[in-house]
């Protein structure tokens, strides 16, 4: 199959074509079709397949095809946006914004990025001078309605971009906001990584029969991906974090770390050896987490430390290896960070440095993804306990300390500090010096 067989325009054709692309991904052959048809669209398919093309394509076509009366030479009135795209980060809505443009760029098409963490100034000033695409955050986006900046009465396209990522972040509520706002009759398409119960309730909402395409089952993860876990003490984390890297420090790594306090220990640390590094979470401003964003694709620095909110939706070419420094609280996640690695059919590796307090978690991964995950402990970081996932951990004997049969007793299992930040779904309080901390 073809970019042609599929029934898109020759300045479409062009566009792929200067960007290299010549074949379509399962994603964008089952759903570019059906989009040019006209017909509601529930979507299943990861990062890294080719989603975006599979909307932008098609959305940039119609709008093409229908927009004679507002290039008459007589209409002087600015285009009001008939296009509008939600993401939940802004980094997502800048890179959907780029690939709008990368599309477009032989078409008469005007897009513009709407989203937080800059001023507000030059996003008021597009949306003045008219445009035919928004690509927005919720929450940036009803700012601007309520200060009656956009004008959303003409949309004919809503696209709703990592639906289970909004509702994840807790969205929901924008999102009636917004649609309450749009026409009735449009046609709708939804991406999700999974079409779980509450995405399809969803949709039931406010899409009309929608056509529903799965490309990959449920967190599925890349065939290139290999997976590995190191077993470590969570004190010495961080100095086998630093033993991997310097391994091949031209190697590139996006790690991972649970809370945006800790994400900047870290990169300070790694700084301190020498590491190119750079930090990018929710406390970052825009311009930070652009310049960051920019440095680690450009390679001015070759590691990315990032929390999960933050890293959802980046769009990383030939990433070779992603390190979780610290497990997600929630074994979906572990899907989600890991396809930033082994994309496009490149080979990826996922390191997980596992202490003994995240067990459980690593137990819930495996059940998730239904498949083993090599173990290998570093020789110079071996743990003073084994890692076992059948069951509760045991410390390691120590030969010559206890009597046959009598296990050593086991440290306290270290737990993350708050600082703030705080693992999701954690809710009771951690004592400290006969004080209750809030998690």
Not at 108 to 123: E, K, L, P, S, Y
Not at 124 to 142: N, Y
Not at 290 to 296: C, E, I, K, S, V
Not at 355 to 373: A, F, H, P, T, Y
């Amino acid at each position: 199959m073809t970019f042609e067989s599929l029934g898109l325009a020759p300045a479409l054709l062009r566009a792929l074509s200067d960007q290299g692309h010549a074949t379509p991904t399962p994603i964008q052959a089952a759903a570019i079709p059906l989009v040019l048809e006209g017909h509601d669209l529930l979507a299943g398919a990861q990062t890294g397949t080719g989603k975006t093309a599979a909307f932008a394509l098609p959305l940039l076509q119609k709008l093409c095809a229908e927009r004679a009366a507002q290039d008459h030479p007589n209409n002087k009135a600015p285009r009001r946006p008939r296009a509008l795209i939600l993401t939940p980060t802004r980094e997502l809505a800048a890179q959907v914004h780029d690939s709008v443009r990368a599309y477009g760029k032989h078409l008469r098409v005007h897009a513009a990025a709407v989203f937080g963490g800059v001023g507000m100034g030059g996003q008021i000033m597009s949306l003045r001078r008219g445009l035919d695409v928004i690509v927005a955050t919720p929450g940036r986006l009803i700012d601007h309605m309520d200060r009656r900046n956009v004008d959303l009465s003409c949309i004919e396209m809503l696209v709703l971009d990592e639906a289970d990522r909004m509702l994840d972040m807790g969205f929901a509520p924008a999102l009636k906001k917004i649609l309450g706002a749009l026409p009735r009759q449009r046609q709708t398409l939804l991406f999700s990584a999974t079409l779980a119960p509450e995405i399809k309730a969803l949709a039931a909402q406010f899409m009309r029969n929608p056509r529903e395409v799965q490309i990959a089952k449920p967190n599925a993860v890349a065939v290139g991906v290999s997976h590995r876990v190191h077993p470590v003490d969570a004190d010495r984390k961080r100095d086998l974090l630093l033993h991997l890297l310097a391994a091949d420090s031209r190697r590139q790594a996006l790690v991972f770390s649970r809370t945006k306090h800790g994400s900047d220990k870290l990169c300070a640390f790694l700084d301190r050896h020498g590491f190119r590094v750079a930090a990018i979470h929710g406390n970052k401003s825009q311009g930070q987490r652009t310049r960051a964003l920019a440095d680690f694709k450009n390679g001015k620095t070759t590691v990315l430390v990032a929390t999960d909110i933050a890293a959802r939706g980046l769009d990383i070419a030939q990433l070779p290896v992603v390190v979780n420094y610290d497990l997600p609280m929630v074994a979906e996640d572990y899907v989600h960070r890991i396809g930033r690695t082994g994309r496009a059919g490149a080979e990826g590796l996922a390191l997980s440095l596992v202490s003994r307090d995240e067990e459980g978690l690593l137990r819930d991964i495996r059940r998730l993804l239904k498949q083993d995950i090599a173990i290998e402990a570093v020789q110079e970081f071996a743990p003073s306990w084994s890692l076992r996932l059948d069951g509760p951990s045991m410390p390691m004997r120590k030969p010559g300390r206890n009597k046959p049969g009598k296990p050593s007793h086991a440290r306290r299992p270290h737990l993350p500090r708050g600082n703030g930040e705080h693992a999701a779904g954690n809710k009771k309080p951690r004592w400290r010096g006969g004080k209750a901390r809030k998690a």
